[in-house]
């Protein structure tokens, strides 16, 4: 009796020694620092890649990096900011200074000054207007993926991508000053509220 009291004691430490172990172990990982490139370093190992790899990177870089870097920047109308989380973004320079990090050789300051008409006609092809933002989907749902294009609206401009069947609008946005956002076009209330569209094909490099 007092031999399997022994066994029984020892089988509850080993239990024990174990689970504290495992605790340990999960603690250890849960203290474990996500580290995130700053955006100088993000930009530094974009301009490492040749003009092909470049070519191809660009839609990932305007539909995924640039949203995770710069969300909730905020939007103010003279903003010109270039890094994110500081200071404030107006959305002609969003757009203008994205592609300038990216490496187009473009009149920042210039564009981002104008009238997104301007702008478009001078960086894009294929120019499509619309009068209905349901138009405007139709049409990006039926061109090929993974393309970039830049919208000009009433008094507002962003980029807009497409995945599979979504398409979305990411652009510094104006309204309650909430700044860069990627969103929806079907939800999107700074493209609802626009009674005109026009957009147009970017790729990189340009024409």
Known sequence: MMKLKTIL????????????????????????????????????????????EKKNYFFKYINSEIPEHWQNTP??????????QKGSI??????????????FDIKRAYLAQQASSVMIKQLCTDIKYFSKREDLENYVLNKERNQVYIVGLDFHTGFVTRENKDTYFIHSNYINHQGVVKENTATSRALNASKTFMIGNLKYPLR
């Open 9 to 52: 004691f020892s089988l509850l430490l080993a239990i024990l020694s174990c689970k504290k172990s495992d605790e340990n172990t999960v603690n250890t990982e849960k203290q474990v620092p996500v580290v995130k490139l700053s955006y100088k370093d993000f930009l530094n190992n974009i301009q490492q890649k040749n003009e092909e």
């Open 75 to 84: 939007w103010s109308f003279g903003g010109t900011s270039r890094e994110p």
């Open 90 to 103: 107006a959305c002609g320079y969003f757009v203008t200074n994205i592609l300038s990090d990216y490496g």
